[in-house]
């Protein structure tokens, strides 16, 4: 075999796969079907602005060993993200705070916060929320959930809240305090250069082959390495035998703009069904990037069919059944390791994928050394 590993995209799992393996000598080949390594964390520098290409990323976390691990490549900014929503004429803080409870209902007090909020579950009547509204309900009550989430979530998921699983909407804080941070994490930032410096970084001296789809040329990739690491679909690996797993879609439209600021902050939520996109981002607002002029971003949600970037993975009952079944067939490769948010299927964040890539790498190291 011509090398020890061959690495099957260049997102963040496999990055750091390659890194860690190079290390210890080992000999890895990336292939990537896009035309650019990074996967979607891929950011590129246009008007002295980093450009998040594949939508907003804000790196968070509340664990001291993935911190530490990535700011081996990076240092971080201090920004927060704070974003807001559009709902008909008015503007609410995010996430649901004491800034969104006043913005809604004039409340000032959390006990005036809280009473409203029960008042409206007690209404809803809720003991066991079972689905995403009936959570969304309990924890915001019904005036929040109706105006900016029911038509977010609808948009984004293209489906009903109620048949949406509710983890989703707990990925949001609750704060009975007047604070704007989007993430409850101790730690939180964007790299002072880019995300696409680090993948650099982690791919140095590794050889790595760009518009390269595995599943084009299977039989050759199957023999080129002694084991693959795979972070494309699952479903895809094994040619749909149990089905399909579903995904969910997008289409950004990105606009360079001749003002300085256009709507002063980097995230703002449209959480209106009628209005097609679900957010803008306004990037030079990541990193405070001096420019004259602005690039900004519509984030809309698309259907995804086969062939199409697979962005978030539908983690409701039905494909979760359907990925356990591959997950068994996964568990008794010998020669192939499934990693990353397609790969295991799960919507995980970046902190989470280095800490899965972390621990794929260490088990690795085990059964190797
Ligand atoms: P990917 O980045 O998907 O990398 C997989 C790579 O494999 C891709 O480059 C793909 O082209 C390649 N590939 C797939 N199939 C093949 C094939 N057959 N042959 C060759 N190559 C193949 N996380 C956060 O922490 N904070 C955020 O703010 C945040 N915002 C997000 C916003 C959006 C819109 C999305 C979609 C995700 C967001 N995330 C965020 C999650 C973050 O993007 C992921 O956690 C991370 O990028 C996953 O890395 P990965 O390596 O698993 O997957
Ligand atoms: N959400 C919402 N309204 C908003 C923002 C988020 O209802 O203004 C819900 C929506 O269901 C979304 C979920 O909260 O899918 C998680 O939001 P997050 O910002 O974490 O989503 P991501 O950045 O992963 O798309």
């Known amino acids: 075999m011509k090398y020890d ?3 099957v995209g260049s997102g963040l799992f496999g990055s ?9 000598g080992k000999n890895c080949l990336v292939i990537e079907k896009r035309d650019h390594i990074g996967g979607n964390i891929y950011t590129s520098k246009e008007e002295n602005i980093n450009v998040h290409k594949y939508g907003a990323h804000i790196f968070h976390t509340s664990d001291k060993e993935v911190w530490e691990y990535i700011n081996q490549f990076t240092e971080f900014n201090n920004f927060i993200n704070s974003p807001v929503a559009v709902y008909e004429d008015k503007m609410y803080n995010l996430p649901f705070n004491m800034n969104t409870f006043y913005q809604m209902w004039g409340t000032k007090t959390p006990t ?3 009473e409203k909020i029960e008042e409206q579950k007690a209404e809803a009547n809720i003991t066991e929320p079972k689905n995403l509204e009936e959570q969304a309900i309990s924890l915001v009550g019904l005036d929040i959930y109706t105006k900016l989430i029911k038509g977010y979530t609808e948009k984004q998921w293209g489906k009903d809240c109620t048949e949406l699983p509710a983890f989703i909407i707990k990925r949001l804080p609750v ?4 604070d704007n941070n989007y993430f409850n994490d101790r730690y939180q930032g964007i790299p002072l250069d880019g995300y696409t410096t680090v993948i650099e970084q982690m791919l140095d001296g590794t050889e790595v082959k760009l518009n390269t789809d595995f599943f084009k040329d ?9 084991k693959i690491v795979f972070t494309g679909m699952i479903d ?4 749909y035998k149990f089905g399909r797993l579903e995904y969910r879609g997008l289409r950004f439209e990105t606009e360079t703009l001749d003002v300085e600021n256009y709507q002063g902050n980097a995230v703002i939520n449209y959480t209106e069904r009628e209005i097609p996109y679900t957010r803008i981002i306004e990037h030079k607002h990541f990193e405070a990037s001096e420019s004259p002029k602005t690039i900004v971003t519509k984030e809309y949600p698309a259907q995804w069919n086969p062939g199409d970037e697979a962005y978030y993975p ?16 996964a568990s008794q490769e010998e020669k192939v390791i499934f990693g990353g948010r397609l790969g295991t299927y799960k919507y995980y964040d970046m902190w989470k994928i280095i800490a899965e890539a972390l621990n794929c790498v260490k088990k690795e190291k085990k059964l190797i050394e």
């Open 112 to 114: 005036e916060a809280l």
């Open 16 to 24: 750091i796969f390659a890194y860690e393996m190079k290390k210890i």
């Open 5 to 7: 590993y061959l690495i």
């Open 236 to 239: 895809q690996f094994y040619d």
């Open 314 to 329: 539908v983690n409701n009952d039905k494909n979760n059944e359907i990925y356990a079944k591959y997950e068994e067939l």
């Open 218 to 226: 299977r039989e050759n990739w199957e023999n080129i390495a002694d």
């Open 175 to 178: 704060r009975l305090t007047f």
